[in-house]
């Protein structure tokens, strides 16, 4: 972890303390394994591109390292990775080779670059757009679907204990199923529109894991106003602690799915 202060630490997405608090995460959840099963079960329903092997072209929206997308490329003919971050390039390029990287939000993104996917991965991206834009957004992504395309969203469910962990310090919420109730509403004509869900945690048998998950959930977007450590270790030991004395906290997932009639 970085050098102690009163404050929790404040990093960002394309720091070294991120890459680190995100490893420390991934090594001690089951919310990656989760998604890549249920991401690949949505990619079945697909079916292949008439007169095709493949299923046409797949867009990954907030690709970051590219890891995710390099895991369902071969079942496409064409990847695009759309990720405004270019400190995350020479990661795609290595993990994604013959992808298109589109260097722009998805507001930004010009269609014709886009336009007819067969499937849009947003996966745990609309934490960093602003609530009052992010209708918008899923409203953009949809419109370049072709007919009988996919868009599959990802969000952490705004019940788990990370999610009620930035609201008790930050006051952050984050509500999918309010935006796809709206979406829905909406798109009705055009589009099919469906939720599902599946559980996920984290799990440590010490404390320092613990914190540095927690710290990096935190730093999910901007902290203006950090809480201060000794807060978040006592919220740790309070609420996540284990009667054998490890940390356990729910992940669990929100998985949007937008089918294109």
Known sequence: MSEQTDTISVFGSGSAAYEEAFLAFLHHTDQKVQAKSKIAEVIDRLGPVTGESKKGKYVDVGAATGDVTS???PHFEQTICVEPNTHFEPSIREHCPGAEIVQQTILETDPAQVDGANFILCSHVLYYIEPEKRLANLQAMSDW???????????QQSTTDCMKMLDHF??????LPAIADRFATDAAEAFDVSFEKIDSHVTTSTFPVAYQVAE?????LPMSDPPRRSDLEAYLNENFQTPEGGYRFSCSQDFLIVRRK
């Open 71 to 73: 895991w369902f490329m």
């Open 145 to 155: 679907l072709r007919p009988g395309g996919i868009l599959l969203v990802i969000l």
């Open 170 to 175: 930050l006051d952050m919420h984050f509500d």
């Open 216 to 220: 990096f959930m935190l730093n999910l």
